[in-house]
């Protein structure tokens, strides 16, 4: 408990009450359209999170400053927006938002965020899976037989560089809805990084070992798995984190192209309306789903690298 109780949990104790008096009791210099009670619970929230967070790693015993400097970071911050938004009246209320009118998008739009984030992750995972298993499998087939190697490798240089956006238009015209289309550009941006890095490394394996593996092929297939996925095993789960950031910036832009929902959608079409508290509300619920798709990209590296 006294590695929990320190200095710097105090000091972010202090600066969430500072900021809780500052929204509750200073006057405000700008007439708000918006309850401050949804704005509070976020800051509970925040505040829980950050507790069970440091109260975890104070009982694994890990020191570690980072979650006290990002909660003073986020507390600060929130400090200096509602005081220049709100209690001073220092930035025009159309482009930069007060925080209440921000987190109330969460109160008064939630269905409509959470029909986004099901949305965007339904195909975000549609592509990103996608892409991870063709990638894996095509890599170490090509990977394993030369020729093909000979023939795919340097065509994979010369499309992996390429946007998978600039196929957008010829994608709409070829599947037959756009949300296929949507899925196939995050796809590609996956695949081409996928394939090439298990073309690498099943090609650098040890000639001796690929020549037991292509013997033991025609008696059982089964056993080139045994020996060929564990040397592949550790560039997939490396790759994951990796592919799920290319996979997330490959979304918005596919949600552009017809999309009727997804976070995507939701930041654009309030974007055109000039509603940039709700444009960022969405870009918030971006940075929560990348969070939570991110930790648990960690945790099946952690998960599945005991082994090593």
Request: aromatic fraction near 12%; include cysteine; proline fraction near 6%.
């Amino acid at each position: 408990m006294a590695k929990v109780l320190n200095r710097r949990f105090f000091l972010t104790q202090m600066l969430l009450l500072a900021l809780v008096a500052i929204v509750v009791a200073m006057p405000n210099a700008k007439v708000l359209s918006v309850t401050y009670y949804p704005l509070l619970i976020a800051l509970a929230i925040m505040d829980i999170i950050y507790l069970a967070l440091i109260v975890a790693k104070a009982k694994r015993g890990i020191e570690s400053t980072g979650p006290n400097d990002i909660i003073v970071f986020v507390w600060v911050l929130i400090i200096l927006w509602e005081l220049a938004s709100t209690k001073l009246a220092l930035t025009p209320n159309v482009i930069v938002p007060t925080p209440e009118e921000v987190f109330n998008v969460f109160a008064t739009s939630y269905d409509t965020l959470w029909e986004s984030v099901v949305s965007s992750t339904t195909l975000l995972m549609v592509g990103y899976l996608g892409g991870i298993f063709f990638g894996v499998v095509l890599g170490i087939i090509c990977g394993w037989v030369p020729r093909l190697r000979e023939m795919f490798y340097p065509i994979a240089n010369v499309m992996a560089p390429i946007p998978p956006t600039v196929f957008a238009p010829y994608l709409v015209v070829l599947l037959p809805t756009f949300r296929a289309a949507s899925a196939f550009i995050i796809l590609i941006g996956v695949f081409w990084p996928q394939f090439l890095n298990m073309v690498l490394r099943v090609s650098s394996l040890d000639p001796k070992l690929m020549d037991n593996a292509r013997a033991l092929c025609v008696s059982g297939p089964t056993m080139v798995t045994k020996i060929i996925l564990p040397y592949v095993m550790p560039g997939i789960l490396q790759g994951l984190r990796v592919s799920l950031t290319t996979a997330f910036l490959m979304l918005t832009f596919a949600e552009m192209i017809g999309a009727r929902a997804g976070i995507g959608f939701f930041i654009t079409n309030a974007n055109i309306y000039a509603n940039y508290a709700a444009v960022i509300a969405g870009i918030i619920v971006c940075g929560i789903v990348v969070t939570v798709l991110s930790a648990i990209t960690s945790w099946v590296q952690r998960r599945f690298t005991t082994w090593r």
